[in-house]
């Protein structure tokens, strides 16, 4: 794999980091780039991007909102060094 694929490919998937080796896989096909998956995880490993999902967070409920609300509106007038 050349420098400029891997370059492409790091690009990618600092722009979607939920991308799979199969969707690099036809990415690259499209820029005339034949690279097998396992070849695309080595490269990705090499360069610090590993196979991790990163952890979805959950929405705000409703009881959340309002006691984050509560919360701010009761320490509006504590001084900044409180």
Do not use: C, W
């Amino acid at each position: 794999m050349t420098a400029r694929a891997q370059r492409r490919m790091l690009n990618e998937v600092k722009k979607n980091p939920r991308v799979s080796a199969r969707d690099l896989k036809k990415s690259l096909a499209h820029a005339n780039i034949s690279v097998d998956e396992s070849t695309i995880r080595k490269t990705l490993n090499k360069n610090g991007v590993h196979g991790r999902t990163p952890r979805r967070k959950p929405l705000l409920s409703r009881k959340n909102i309002a006691a984050r609300l509560k919360f701010a509106k009761e320490h509006l007038d504590v001084p900044q060094h409180y």
